[in-house]
């Protein structure tokens, strides 16, 4: 009797939750249970995306935000391709077909397409609407690549945008940055803070206006002026206007905005979001909305042997909604729940593969934590924060308790929103310790003290740090790895007494980052009690 051919498994992606996926799935890969094709558009190991900025400034290495290596897992007999796109899923022969010409069978194909950066509707930029009758028009040529940008026009999402950004700030250069979300201000900071010129440009009151009410926005925006970043506020963009250098170059020159602003500059950084890589499901006839629709075990609700996950899944479950009817909700676009679904993924193939049981479904992701991470700024929110201390009460509905406290001149502020003591949102401006409190009490569903002036005293300027691990050993140190303190604990304990040892360890700090200083400050703690790891000890 012959052995059961192996499931064939192609994997379309090779990002962060593309190599996740491949890595967990490996071990019925080398038993010989799974045949797995990974296909990535880019040509080297897949990276961390969320830390290009950070390379572009010279704050990290490329090496040090690698997340695989290509070449262990062609080792242990996955079939990996770089540097190549499938452009086109046939369903009924279950094949996906390449731009090199070749087409690769599957039983199951998992989607990991990830994200691109949107490109606003601007004068002078070119984009493309990836709707079916366009994709159809295009073919081929328009399935997993991006819209060419005018030379001096950059996003912030791959190393060759690192490489444009890193010579405009070691230049010194005037970077406009438009859009005031997370990640540009992330970028603005770092580039102000390497010696360049900054503006930020956006359409709102003040930044982060998804994240924060209007209080902390505002002490945000205080912060960010004091970092030498010009804030336009009320600014919608309209277009660019472009010169022509010596050499017959046309470049970026300045952007122009509806209230009639001209902002020059050297480089335009759009920071505008990102949405979905899902064309090559469009193509395909898959059910596409925010992203590829799939069902709560990531499904889609086309094709059975089809999968999503990570930045171009959008989940739904599918409960006999109208193929007309418009969906709710998106994508997470964070990467945490991405590893999450790659995980739980890879584990209920290889429960199907071996014949075990596994959970029924993805476990519930909870309201994620924003973290504005730069040096000297903290801003901080989570949960539902859009509630105000004289809300009136509606009908027999009792509005939530509301505490707040700010102090505008010195850059701090703090709103907490509770039921019953339970805290359901905050928004935290200068403040770190108490917005990592407030972090921890948030992510386990903690009731705050009854006198909420305590937090306020954490970041007391005589007070002194708090020593011991934040929370206990079961707080979740690390949300994007859900890696906790007691396991960070223990791998100090192991040896591991740096924070980037920590995370080829755990994991832990490689994702967004946000992490780092709860982790250093673990670190200092155990050092602080036991001066070595006691592995080093035995070493020594």
């Given amino acids: 009797m012959h052995p059961p051919r192996p499931v064939r498994v192609v994997l379309v992606g090779f990002g962060p939750v593309g190599a996740r996926f491949a890595e967990e799935l490996l071990p019925e890969v080398v038993a010989g249970r799974v045949d797995l094709t990974v296909v990535g558009a880019e040509s080297g190991d897949p990276y961390n995306r969320v830390l290009v900025a950070e390379l572009a400034v010279g704050l990290t290495e490329k090496d040090d935000i690698v997340l695989a290596d290509s070449d262990e897992l062609r080792g242990s007999g996955v079939d990996v391709r770089t540097g190549v796109r499938v452009v086109a899923i046939d369903r009924e022969a279950r094949t996906v077909l390449l731009d090199d010409g070749t087409d690769v069978e599957y039983d199951r194909l998992v989607l990991a397409t990830g994200a691109r950066a949107n490109i606003p509707t601007l004068s002078g930029v070119a984009r493309t609407i990836r709707d079916s009758s366009t994709l159809g028009r295009l073919g081929h040529a328009a399935i997993g690549t991006d819209d060419a940008l005018p030379t001096g026009v950059t996003v912030v999402r791959d190393l060759a945008d690192a490489e444009t950004i890193g010579r405009a700030v070691a230049a010194k250069q005037h970077i406009v940055v438009l859009g005031a979300g997370v990640l540009g201000l992330e970028f603005a900071l770092l580039a102000a803070r390497h010696g360049a010129t900054v503006s930020v440009v956006h359409t709102g009151a003040f930044p982060m206006p998804r994240n924060l009410d209007r209080g902390g926005g505002s002490v945000l925006s205080r912060a960010l002026r004091a970092r030498g970043i ?49 064309e090559l499901a469009v193509t395909a006839g898959l059910r596409t909305e925010a992203g590829i629709v799939v069902d709560r075990d990531l499904r889609s ?175 979740i140190i690390c949300t994007c790895n859900a890696v906790t303190a007691g396991t960070i604990s223990d791998a100090w304990h192991a040896g591991n007494t740096t924070v980037a040892c920590i995370g080829k360890a755990t994991r832990a700090g490689t994702g967004c980052g946000g992490c780092k200083d709860r982790i250093e400050r673990i670190i200092a703690d155990r050092e602080a009690t036991l001066g070595t790891p006691p592995a080093l000890e035995v070493t020594a």
């Fill in 301 to 475: 609700w086309t094709d059975s042997r089809i999968y999503a996950i990570g930045d171009c899944a959008h989940i739904v479950e599918n409960d006999g909604q109208t193929d007309t009817a418009r969906l709710g909700g998106a994508p997470a676009g964070l990467i945490g729940p991405g590893w999450r679904q790659a995980e739980w993924l890879a584990a209920r193939f290889a429960a199907d593969v071996t014949g075990t049981e596994h959970s029924d479904a993805p476990p519930a992701e909870r309201a994620s934590v924003v973290m504005l991470k730069g040096e000297g700024i903290d801003a901080v929110s989570a949960g539902a924060i859009s509630a105000e201390p004289w809300d009136p009460r509606i009908g027999d509905v009792e509005p939530p308790n509301v505490a707040l406290w700010a102090d505008p001149e010195h850059g701090r502020y703090v709103k907490m929103v509770t039921r019953d003591g339970v805290l359901e949102g905050f928004v935290s401006v200068g403040m770190p310790r108490a917005s990592a409190e407030l972090t921890m009490l948030f992510e386990r569903g903690g009731e705050l003290p009854s006198d909420r002036s305590l937090l306020l005293r954490l970041d007391a300027p005589d007070e002194p740090v708090a020593s011991g691990t934040p929370a206990g050993p079961e707080a």
């Fill in 230 to 278: 010009t804030l336009l506020a009320h600014s919608p963009a309209e277009g660019i206007a472009v010169h022509t250098e010596d050499d017959g170059t046309t470049r970026f020159d300045a952007l122009y905005t509806a209230d009639g602003k001209h902002i020059h500059g050297d480089l335009l950084v759009l920071s505008c979001g990102v949405g979905a890589r899902a």
